[in-house]
């Protein structure tokens, strides 16, 4: 699986918008994005994921690049309860055998 | 009603014991995973079982071991606890997607395991 690279911490304002990046240069043509974060004292929770065109749920948007070398979770409007370590995990599609394999993450701290 | 439930919340224990770790998913996915995640605060991967076949196993001690009874259910019972064990055990499951779905994987909310 590609390696990321991703801030270690980020502020952001409550409603407003977070945009946290995430970088990816050797991701490959079948490797897919994900987003996962973990909330204080609890298990890991899955945002979204992208192969290339951007994407959309309740929860977030995925930015990825042309090149797929970037990409940036946008939470489009942050609350306290968005406060968070953010995982960018970039991994082939699913398969049995395949593995999540979480880095160091980005600490998200909205304010008030 | 939880999609994967993990039993006990909080175990303390002493050095030496054995311990069982329950985790049960009532999502219908066929893939169980256990994570750890250390005070340093870094998830890794311990075990997976595809319908109940153990796929991954990385380098952890012979100490722990898996069972799944089937595809819904995925224990952990550690022999002889050590202070190193004492961390947050994590289990998932996951559906073998198909092409053209995605699914992420499901966590549960942990056992703080702290070994005295």
């Known amino acids: 699986d590609a390696k990321t690279t991703q801030p270690t911490s980020m502020d952001c304002a409550e409603g407003r918008a977070a945009n946290l990046p995430c970088n990816h240069s050797?991701?490959?043509?079948?490797?897919?994005v994900y987003w996962y974060r973990q909330i204080h004292s609890q298990g890991p929770q899955y945002i979204i994921h992208?192969?290339?065109n951007n994407e959309t749920n309740e929860m977030a948007s995925l930015i990825i690049t042309e090149d797929r070398k970037s990409s940036t979770l946008i939470l489009p409007h942050a609350t306290l309860r968005d406060t968070a370590v953010y995982y960018c995990?970039?991994?082939?599609?699913?398969?049995?055998?395949?593995?999540?394999?979480f880095g160091e993450g980005t600490q998200l701290t909205v304010n008030p | 009603d939880t999609a994967v439930s993990q039993t006990p919340k909080y175990l303390v224990t002493q050095m030496g014991n054995d311990k069982s770790i329950k985790c049960e998913q009532n999502?219908?996915?066929?893939?169980m995973y256990w994570y750890k995640q250390d005070s340093k605060k870094f998830l890794k991967i311990m075990f997976s079982?595809?319908?109940?076949?153990?796929?991954i196993n990385e380098t952890v001690p012979n100490r722990f071991s898996p069972k799944s009874p089937d595809k819904a259910h995925l224990n952990l019972h550690i022999n002889s606890l050590e202070l190193g064990d004492s961390a947050v055990y994590f289990c998932?499951?996951?559906?073998?997607?198909?092409?053209?779905?995605?699914?992420?994987?499901?966590f549960g909310s942990g056992t703080r395991l702290t070994v005295v």
């Open positions: 998932a499951s996951s559906q073998f997607s198909t092409p053209g779905q995605g699914s992420g994987y499901t």
């Open positions: 050797t991701i490959s043509g079948n490797e897919y």
């Open positions: 992208g192969l290339k």
């Open positions: 995990i970039v991994r082939v599609r699913e398969t049995s055998g395949s593995r999540l394999t």
């Open positions: 999502l219908g996915h066929d893939t």
């Open positions: 079982y595809n319908n109940k076949e153990l796929i």
